[in-house]
């Protein structure tokens, strides 16, 4: 399952090429949840195809369900029938998306841009490494660059999912660490708590 406003941004374009692949070995199905009809900062025309996604989708609609919104609930409860999270994207801030699908049980394909790391990792999840560099940040500043970040990403997540999905087991064993990473380490209530011991030591 992916959910993402920016389709190309949040890799949505390198998920749909990858499962293509992947269709051809193993009997999956498939929730998008973006808009592609709309380029962004981490997107190019050169690179990303609406046109191509619209006639993937109209050709595959059996299994390759795409929706450009869906509200909130009707995204959670969808995300707890389904296996796995996907969010490899090219440039993130923290990917909320990530947290949610975590919250349900899925265990995650992500990149390593940004903050991702300190929510996903290979413990709970899968990690598609293109950070070359310490701050996070990939060069995805000319096409020829964002083609190659884009390949990169579509190959290993290809290579994932095809390990996920011969070895359900790793996929239930992630799940649960991934649902126990949310209760440790991001749950709401933990952090109100912790915030408002800081703000009474602040007063006192």
């Not at 998008?32 to 962004?40: M, N, Q, R, S, T």
């Not at 923290?94 to 290979?122: K, M, R």
């Not at 579509?154 to 095809?162: M, N, P, R, V, Y």
């Not at 064993?173 to 709401?188: D, F, M």
Request: with cysteine; net charge negative; aromatic share 10%.
């Amino acid at each position: 399952m992916f959910c993402g406003k920016d389709f190309f941004r949040k890799g949505g374009s390198e998920i749909v090429k990858a499962l293509l692949k992947v269709r051809k070995e193993f009997e999956v199905e498939a929730f998008l949840i973006g808009d592609y009809k709309h380029i962004d900062y981490a997107s190019s025309w050169k690179v990303d195809s609406m046109d191509e996604m619209q006639t993937i989708f109209a050709n595959n609609e059996s299994w390759l369900h795409h929706y450009k919104s869906m509200n909130n609930q009707d995204m959670l409860s969808l995300a707890k029938k389904c296996h796995i999270g996907l969010l490899p994207t090219r440039h993130d801030t923290f990917g909320y998306s990530l947290l949610e699908f975590q919250a349900c049980g899925l265990p995650c394909i992500t990149t390593d841009v940004c903050s991702l790391p300190e929510v996903n990792n290979n413990e709970v999840g899968w990690i598609v490494k293109v950070c070359q560099s310490n701050d996070g940040r990939v060069d995805f500043s000319t096409p020829d660059k964002l083609r190659v970040l884009s390949q990169n990403i579509e190959g290993d997540l290809f290579t994932k999912l095809c390990e996920a999905i011969s070895k359900p087991d790793i996929i239930i064993e992630k799940g649960l660490r991934a649902l126990e990473n949310i209760s440790k380490n991001h749950s709401p209530q933990k952090y109100e708590n912790f915030l408002g011991v800081l703000y009474n030591e602040a007063l006192v």
